[in-house]
């Protein structure tokens, strides 16, 4: 194989990456000192690289696919495609924004429509004002994008500024909701996994800035650390957690796990990493690093919660130093944009360290240069490596006893007594793991075996609260304990290991599980279907419990698959009270099964147990004795060749039918022939000379361990062993919560669709008599002419315009007045027709049922002004129908199909049941070349009693790889006039966990320019429980819609995991003489993120020039903003 | 069409033994006529198809990939030696990830217009326990593709002769119990009546293509039952091609299948008919409701 040819590539591209790297950041340097105010256009060019870059890092990498390494370029594309993935999510909520925009005002569309699709027509002046550095950015960019990368994130910016504004204008709109989310969601950045909301993108573009502002930082070699550092982490470990999720598959979940402990451990490690770096050897160095690497990602899923939520300045440092270690080890730099290499997002840059890391990791695995460390120990290499490599033995051993005391050098902290007895049963383990060892006849340095020793310090270390100390004489002492106990005789141990045997019709799995207890437990016969029913065989191999559960074979054929359905179904139900520890997929070495034909049964294996089956599979190979078959020269090919090469096949095709390409199953061998070589102690010996059972046994027993301590130190739930029965995972459950006090409203039957204010308008019949009346007094008014009014003086002129206001507004009022009394009016008289006998109300209640008369409005795409090839628009125009089915579809203009970007299908549909309650149901299918996403929103309410109504809703949407199903249920009560009551409950189901949630909510309407909306609830998953509120108040002008006046405050609280949230949001809208709007907006977290900007928009057209001023404001800030610094 | 007619010079590489056999079982097929003979090599894939055609030849003529899925095209190798051709087709592996592989077939179907299928070897391993439905699906493609005469002109071979039987079998149970259970198969596939079956007599060789494989004093391979398998396969071959059936002739309309329409001829004037009477209906039930609707939408 070409190992050496690929050590070269890699180190090859290491080097370039560096020399890149380097130019980069010179660059970065040059320009961050000269031009403070240019930053934001290379941070846009910069992202528009990592776009680019998204899509190559996988090609670029994809020429390591071979043996050992394959698994490491595989490691950054799950990022890829979730980036692809939000992009798309952002993507597609600006394009319902668009419309929604559009649809709601036509006099505002020519406003708004411009910036969004192109920033040349602005037409409102924005100028921002930023705190931080990053909300500064942000601000800008409003302004400035203009090209795809970061024009996805800047034009949801522009798309949320024109939903304010035009709900400034038009006043019809309702956009608290929205400004909730906002606050709740940038205070809670995990909830970005969920890719859903609109609001997310905020925290993109914050994250987008921060990351090149700290990069440029960090090679600058200030190492300030800001707060953008925190928002860095924050974002980058979200991306992880889906990765790090499925991080159990390499059984590095003793690593893994520690994501659940607190931030302060991990960095321990880091920390105790970068004490001393001198003092170690290169060898140990890079240990130390892999390891935590390895623990690192997965950590980091877990440690945004603190870096995110607490903003401590301590942890930052810390998080900076170890990065810095990274960096210094591993010439990775934070500069995202090494043109070769193209990183595309943050997350990469987590896996760049990682994927950098292994590289290193298999020259050592893979070159007989002088020992670095235990040979496949790293991350993405699987804890067992393929048997058949018994030569690196030796090579390891020197190594384990070598790499261990250092460990313990490193740490040097005291340790704890607290910790003593959870080491003390991590002791006992070991002792028990050594004592199996010792019975199957292996040797410590068995290569299986010290991983697992190695893997058990390294949780130990992980695990103990100071970096406790993993004394050098732990595993001496347990190796002289297991000695002198097995010295003692074969006395059963508290030990047993169940195993679940699958795999075809005819591979040998009953044959191999009489090969495992030395006798026929299980009759056999080669031509028949050996086993009927699945079935658990108890013995004892060695002292040791050990249990099978045979099951029928199962058959290759697509056709045959429900058969195996039927069959794994029962075994999936005799393993339910008591799941095996391993899972054993036969098949035969000797089979050429290279036409995936294996893929129905895998593929039906992951259907019927999930994909977790494999994380705990080991994969035998039978009939293991014979001969490989003869190379394409005819000549027979090496046995050891044909091992790896068929177990590669296997993984592959495991890989593929799991879903998760960085399965790397163990493989062990497996020969139940009578005629089998055996060695003096009569156990069979393979032809490459290795003793298969023990071997077998020991890799199965070796992840019970491991399971056994993951469940000791109770480690983080993705553990490799174990139930895979029941795995979960931690839902998002801020977010669930965030989506539940989020206040909707109710579903309306059709006839009441317009009066969606109704409720709140109430209060104000009353009071505007007399200014009606007033309307109705003024004399007479002529309009005046253009030409006439030039006449005029320009005292007059303004007379005139105040006149012409006042009597506008007036006007208006009244109309919208006349508008509320008829449909009053309409609604009291379809009451009074439902109440009027049949015959005469049939009549009316087909007209009714028509459908609606009125134009389901089809909002069109605002077309280009060309008819551009590039554009796409105008050749997918859609026709208005009068289906009551509003379908239309989805457009990504900046998706990867510049020429077809309709990605999905959005379709809605108002039904009414019974004439009284509606139901709505809405839709969205996407599509692209890497996710497919659901979102489906079905609600419906019901009236009953006087003021009482309950809505009832089923949302259904993609959450990562996982479909989340969402009842929920709210009623509220209008039992005052000036208060409204409402009460809810949810229920998520995702994956196999579920979560409920509780809300109350409380709106206020104080009088007509006061009112205010109080919630609270919890959501609880799994003994996890997230409590959440939110308080909004709003002060409005007393005839709203009409006097611009608005500002709401809004507070949000946030609680989980002891990690406490707050954000505030205030948001003033006063508008300036006749025709401006000045709009502030300030939030504020407590973290210390936040942002300021104010808005001045008019429809004036002397104003534009305004806009003018921008530049200049932004220079004057940039000052401002270096001063502060 | 495809590869030159070339003399056949592995033919030398054979031990002279095996060499003299082949010589005198040409000699026989020569005396009826025939100067020429086409075998078609069919099987599941990673069975040892193209292993059994470099065996027959005596040469590496087919690029053997014991982990790449071979080409998807057939091949066609000829040799000629002594005024007599023969033809040996290999063909891609009919399985393809639990499915049968109809486009594979169909594309030997397409390569074999125009030519005459003396000898079919239907090639499986012999080390396999089990026949699956998978198995059976093979069959009833074949059949169906070439028709159930193919059975007739059909040799089983089994490969990977060279093995030791599992549960102390002995080697002669276990290759008759083999060879009867894919035999079933092949008759459940083909679904042919017994008798038929009976007289298709399908005759069973084993060969062993490894370089591996136990050879005797006289250097021919053998199998683990002493008899050299290369002039037993050549001897089945001409055994098959020269027994009294027809040998199967891919034409034309073999390929297109249009016989296969043939079955519906006598429905069209029905359909043509039922056609009319609905379409009566419906326009009078449109009528009927202008009428009764009385104003137009």
């Known amino acids: 194989m070409g190992d050496g040819a690929e050590i070269v590539d890699m180190s090859d591209r290491e080097e370039k990456k560096k020399l890149a790297e380097d130019r980069i950041s010179d660059e970065e340097v040059e320009k961050n000192e000269l031009v403070r105010s240019d930053e934001v256009r290379d941070n846009e060019e910069e992202v528009f690289e990592e776009a680019i870059g998204s899509q190559e890092v996988p090609k670029l990498e994809s020429f390591e696919a071979d043996g050992l390494h394959e698994d490491l370029p595989l490691e950054t594309t799950p990022g890829n495609s979730k980036d692809a993935h939000e992009v798309g999510d952002q993507e597609e909520k600006s394009e319902v924004n668009v419309q929604d925009i559009i649809t709601m005002g036509e006099a505002e569309s020519d406003f708004v429509t411009p910036r969004m699709n192109d920033d040349q027509g602005e037409a409102g002046a924005d100028i921002s004002f930023g705190k931080t550095e990053s909300s500064l950015d942000v601000a800008e960019n409003i302004e400035k994008a203009t090209s795809s990368g970061f024009g996805l994130a800047a034009e949801d910016v522009s798309m949320e500024n024109g939903n304010t504004h035009s709900f400034s204008e038009n006043g019809v709109v309702f956009p608290e909701d929205k400004e909730l989310v906002a606050e709740v969601i940038s205070m809670s950045p995990w909830s970005e996994e969920t890719g859903n909301d609109g609001i997310e993108d905020k925290n993109w573009e914050e994250n987008v800035d921060v990351s090149a502002g700290m990069g440029t930082e960090q090679e600058v070699g200030q190492g300030e650390v800001t707060n953008e550092n925190c928002f860095e982490k924050g974002f980058v470990c979200i991306d992880n957690e889906s990765g790090a999720q499925r991080n159990g598959v390499d059984y590095n979940s003793v690593q893994n796990a520690s994501g659940d402990k607190s931030l302060n451990d991990s960095i321990e490690v880091a920390r105790s990493g970068t004490s001393s770096p001198l003092e170690k050897s290169s060898s140990e160095e890079k240990g130390e690093t892999e390891g935590h690497g390895s623990s690192g990602s997965p950590g980091v899923t877990f440690r945004e919660h603190e870096t995110v939520q607490k903003s401590n300045g301590g942890h930052d440092v810390q998080h900076n130093s170890q990065s810095n270690k990274e960096l210094e080890q591993q010439q990775d730099s934070r500069v995202n944009i090494g043109p070769e290499i193209k990183e595309s997002q943050h997350v990469e840059r987590e896996y760049d360290v990682l994927s950098s890391v292994s590289p290193t990791e298999s020259t050592s695995n893979t070159a007989a240069s002088p020992p670095t460390r235990p040979a496949g120990l790293g991350r993405a290499a699987p804890l067992l490596e393929p048997a058949p490599r018994v030569p690196q033995q030796p090579r390891v051993n020197g190594n384990v006893s070598h790499n261990q005391p250092q460990q313990a050098e490193d740490s040097t902290t005291a340790e704890t007594d607290e910790h003593d007895e959870t080491r003390e049963k991590l002791q006992l383990i070991r002792v028990k793991f050594l004592r199996l060892t010792h019975r199957l006849g292996q040797t410590p340095h068995n290569v299986v075996v010290a991983q697992v020793l190695y893997r058990l310090g390294l949780a130990e270390q992980l695990r103990g609260r100071n970096g406790s100390r993993v004394g050098a004489f732990s595993f001496d002492r347990a190796s002289a304990m297991a000695e002198q106990l097995e010295a003692g005789g074969q006395d059963p141990l508290d030990f047993s290991c169940t195993i679940m045997v699958l795999g075809k019709s005819g591979v040998g799995k009953s044959a191999t599980i009489n090969s495992i207890f030395d006798e026929v437990k299980i009759s056999t016969d080669a031509f028949q279907m050996g086993t009927k029913r699945v079935q658990g065989v108890e013995g004892f191999v060695q002292g040791i419990k050990v249990r099978v559960i045979d099951t029928p074979g199962l058959l290759p054929s697509w056709s045959d698959q429900h058969k195996n359905e039927k069959i794994l179904k029962s075994a999936r139900a005799f393993i339910k009270k008591n799941p095996p520890d391993i899972v054993l997929y036969l098949d035969r070495l000797d089979m050429q099964s290279r036409d995936s034909g294996d893929m129905p049964l895998l593929r039906t294996i992951t259907d019927v147990f999930g994909p977790s089956i494999w994380f705990n599979a080991i994969v035998g190979l039978t009939h293991a004795a014979s001969a490989p078959p003869d190379g394409p020269s005819g000549t027979a090919s090496s046995y050891d060749m044909f091992v790896t090469q068929r177990s590669h096949v296997i993984q592959q095709a495991i890989r593929q039918a799991a879903g998760d390409r960085r399965l790397m199953n163990p493989v062990s061998l497996v020969e139940n022939h009578s005629a089998c070589r055996t060695n003096r102690a009569g156990q069979r010996v393979l032809p490459n000379g290795q003793v298969w059972k023990p071997h077998l046994l020991l890799l199965s027993f070796a992840s019970k361990i491991l399971a056994e301590a993951n469940a000791l130190l109770k480690l983080q739930d993705n553990i490799p062993g174990g139930q895979f029965v029941a795995r979960s995972k931690a839902l998002p459950l801020p977010f669930l919560l965030s989506s539940l006090l989020q206040s909707r409203p109710q579903a309306k039957l059709p006839e009441q669709q317009y009066d969606g204010e109704e409720d709140e308008d109430d209060l104000d019949d009353s009071s505007d008599s007399d200014e009606e009346a007033e309307y109705d007094q003024l004399p007479p008014f002529k309009r005046l002419t253009k030409a006439e009014m030039a006449k005029l003086s320009k005292s007059q002129k303004k007379q005139y315009l105040d006149e012409m206001e006042y009597r506008e507004k007036l006007f208006m009022k009244r109309q919208m007045k006349e508008e509320r009394k008829r449909r009053k009016l309409l609604k009291k008289f379809a009451a009074e027709i439902k109440n009027l006998p049949n015959g005469y109300s049939e009549n009316v209640e087909e007209e009714r049922s028509e459908p609606p008369s009125v134009p389901v409005p089809m909002p069109d795409l605002s077309l280009p002004a060309s008819f551009d090839s590039d554009n796409p628009t105008h050749r997918y125009r859609y026709l208005d129908s009068s289906n009551q089915w509003l379908v239309r579809p989805v457009l990504e203009t900046n998706g990867w199909d510049h020429d077809i970007g309709y990605e999905g299908v959005n379709a809605e549909r108002l039904f009414v049941v019974k004439d009284k309650i509606p139901i709505s149901f809405s839709g969205q299918v996407t599509k692209d070349k890497k996710d497919a996403n659901v979102q489906l929103e079905m609600a419906s309410s019901v009236k009953h009693g006087e003021g009482r109504s309950t809505s009832l809703g089923l949302d259904m949407q993609n959450v990562g790889k996982e479909l989340a199903y969402t009842i929920r249920s709210e009623t509220k009560f209008n039992n005052f006039k000036k208060n409204k009551a409402a009460a809810g409950l949810s229920v998520t189901l995702m994956g196999d966990s579920v979560s409920a949630g509780l809300k109350v909510e409380d709106k206020l309407i104080a009088n007509k320019w006061f009112r205010m909306v109080m919630s609270g609830g919890a959501m609880t998953s799994r003994g996890d429980v997230a409590y959440g509120g939110s308080l909004e108040a709003q002060f409005r002008d007393k005839d709203y819609p009409l006097g611009r006046f608005l500002s709401t405050l809004g507070l949000s609280v946030m609680d989980w995991h002891g990690d406490l949230a707050i954000g505030g949001n205030i948001q003033s809208q006063v508008p300036i003489g006749r025709s401006s709007n000045l709009i502030a907006r300030a939030n504020l977290n407590n973290k210390g993120a936040g942002q300021v900007s104010i808005r001045v928009n008019s429809s004036e057209q002397l104003q534009l020039a305004m806009v003018s001023l921008v530049p200049l404001f932004k220079k004057l800030l940039s000052y401002y903003s270096l001063q502060q610094m | ?297």
């Open chain 2, 1 to 297: 069409m495809g590869s030159l007619v070339r003399e056949w010079v592995g033919f030398q590489q054979f031990p002279a033994a095996t060499q003299e056999k082949l010589v005198e079982f040409f000699g026989k097929l020569k005396q009826k006529d025939m100067n020429s003979m086409t075998i078609l090599v069919m099987g599941k894939g990673g069975v040892g198809k193209s292993s059994t055609v470099n065996s027959l030849i005596g040469e590496q003529v087919v690029r053997v990939s014991p982990f790449q899925a071979e080409g998807l095209r057939p091949v066609m190798v000829s040799r000629t030696m002594g005024g007599f051709t023969l033809n040996i087709i290999d063909s891609p592996g009919l399985v393809e990830a639990g499915y049968v592989n109809h486009q594979a077939l169909e594309l030997i179907k397409g390569f074999l217009v125009n030519r005459t299928i003396d000898v079919l070897l239907y090639v499986d391993r012999l080390d396999v326990y089990r026949v699956d439905e998978l198995d059976k699906q093979v069959v009833r493609a074949i059949t169906q593709t070439f028709g159930k005469d193919i059975w007739c002109k059909t040799l089983l071979v089994l490969t990977h002769a060279q093995f030791s039987p599992p549960d102390e079998l002995s080697y002669e149970t276990f290759s008759s119990k083999r060879s009867d259970s894919l035999l079933k198969t092949i008759r459940a596939g083909s679904k042919m009546r017994k008798q038929e079956f009976e007289d298709a007599a399908i005759p069973v060789v084993y060969a062993e293509n490894s370089g591996r494989c136990s050879k005797n004093d006289k250097d021919e391979k053998v199998l683990p039952n002493g008899e050299p398998w290369i002039p037993n396969l050549v001897k089945a071959i001409t055994d098959v091609a020269t027994n009294k059936r027809k040998a199967i002739h891919v034409d034309k309309k073999m390929v297109d299948g249009s016989y296969s329409d043939d079955k519906g001829k006598k429905l069209i004037p029905l359909i043509i008919g039922a056609q009319y009477f609905i379409v009566k209906m419906i326009q009078g039930a449109i009528r009927n409701d202008i009428r009764t609707s009385g104003k137009p939408l």
